[in-house]
């Protein structure tokens, strides 16, 4: 028989969890995927258990800066469908209308949300650009490692790069300008991505980015070719 949960603690539990994944250089798309998927039978166990799991969820999804459709039609779904003269029995008044104002705004804020139609997709365009340029700043460019260096970055998004193709391009391309822009001398390596840019079609992307991304990625990738 499954354990009770307590309302305080399932809340730490799910953020923790959350949080254990992005340490784990996980994007917030895949954390959020990876960390509802764990509580998908903790769900089911109760009202308030359902309650706060769909709410977490909800307000995490609303920190992307896309969301994907399916995702935003569930997450619809599942909050207009939770019970609360159930909780009732289980939180106080408080918390029961805290909860709703939370379920409210979610809501009201979806709507709002651009969306996204690619599912097969990691990381969103503009947090991947991020995260490459902040996995690249923490590195030490010492005269004799730089081109270790640029190994090391494209390691780090190994996985991210066998992904998607947009994924894989936009961590190329962020990688070029920072290279470029920092004066680092690694014409081999640079080489080595500027042929793949060459080679690459935008329209080959699909629905992984939108028309706005792949304008500024296709602006992108003129800008070092001409260099």
Known sequence: MDLKWEYKELVESFIEDYYSYKQNNMSNREALARTYNEYETVINQGEMEKAVIEILYGEFLLKQSKVL?????????ELL???????????????????ISRKDNILLKLDEKPLDFCSEARWYYQEINENVKEFFEAESFESDNVGQVVNHVLKRFERDCRNT???????????????????????????????????????????????????????????????
């Open 165 to 227: 193709m947009s994924e894989n391009i936009t961590i190329k391309v962020t990688l070029a300008e920072l290279l470029i822009k920092k004066g680092i001398n690694v014409q081999e390596e640079l080489n080595n991505i500027l042929d793949e840019l060459k080679q690459f079609n935008i329209e080959d992307v699909g629905q992984q980015l939108s028309k706005e991304e792949k304008e500024d990625l296709t602006r992108r990738i003129k800008n070092l070719l001409i260099l």
């Open 81 to 99: 469908s939770i019970d609360f003269t159930k909780l009732r029995t289980e939180l106080t008044d408080d918390e029961v209308k805290e909860l």
């Open 69 to 77: 459709i399916t995702a935003k039609e569930k997450t619809k779904e």
